[in-house]
């Protein structure tokens, strides 16, 4: 589920101002998480932020808090009770398609579909990483592309572990290691990793990305010759002899028995 909280442009302003920006800041700026918010001290609170606060705007803020102190209670609890390498949570549908959708539009140049959509599993593993605020180098050979991985899901295996002297459940992977054999596999399965983490906002991609057009190669292709034809410029005007071409380097210095080159 989905919770929205509407906030004004100016209350929003007004917390930038005060350097207020994240949700983990916000947590904090009133009384402390997992504490009931007094009415009073959040008036007061409320009213040093902004003195015209309306009714709405301060329910709006008030119910932000909240959400703000939960949120970070229950991450500080999973990090606390999941230790790292435990199972990988898996991005939301809503989540998902909304970071896709806003890849999409960042990186035009490039068309994210077959090969090139990455997996969701790669794209759960790219947010583990962020959230666990730890990266780890991720195999090519996990880096599975969303067709492949609807072509061979298999049903999902839990297993017991036993990691720093606890024992845990632990999510197998739903869809076997791909061989890596071609360049051209190679190539893929880096840009569906990098797409993967651009999607957990672990990379950025340079902004205003366009793929080469058609006009672009035909134009280097041209440059090529050109290239080409100014430096064979200065091979003009050599003596080529018998061979057609110039002699192999250090003809002629070797000598047989007659006294006279080969």
Not at 86 to 91: G, Q, R
Not at 175 to 198: C, H, K, M, N, P
């Amino acid at each position: 589920m989905t919770t929205i909280v509407a906030l004004t442009d100016r209350v929003v302003a007004a917390l930038s101002t005060t350097g207020v920006v994240t949700l983990s800041q916000l947590a904090f700026c009133m009384g402390q998480p997992g504490q009931v918010l007094p009415q009073e001290d959040f008036n007061r609170w409320g009213n040093s932020l902004l003195p015209d606060l309306t009714l709405g705007e301060k329910g709006s803020l008030k119910r932000l808090i909240l959400e703000a102190q939960t949120l970070l209670v229950a991450s500080l609890k999973d990090f606390a009770e999941h230790p790292e390498g435990v199972s990988t949570k898996k991005v939301g549908l809503a989540e998902r398609n909304a970071r896709l959708d806003k890849l999409r539009n960042d990186l035009t140049g490039i068309d994210i579909s077959g090969d090139l959509e990455p997996a969701h599993s790669l794209l759960d593993a790219a947010m583990h990483q962020w959230d666990a605020r730890t990266l780890k180098y991720l195999g090519l050979e996990k880096c599975h592309s969303r067709e492949a991985e609807v072509q061979n899901l298999k049903a999902p295996v839990r297993t017991l572990v036993v990691e720093d002297g606890k024992l845990t459940m632990q999510d197998e992977s739903s869809i076997e290691d791909t061989e890596i054999a071609g360049s051209l596999q190679v190539l893929q399965a880096l840009r569906r990793r990098g797409l993967a983490y651009a999607f957990a906002n672990l990379i950025n991609w340079k902004a205003g990305y366009r793929k080469v057009s058609l006009r672009q190669i035909l134009r280097a292709d041209k440059l090529v010759f050109a290239k080409l034809g100014e430096d064979g410029k200065g091979r003009e005007g050599h003596s080529k002899g018998k061979w057609g071409y110039n002699p192999p380097k250090g003809y002629g210095k070797n000598k047989g028995k007659t006294g006279k080159g080969d």
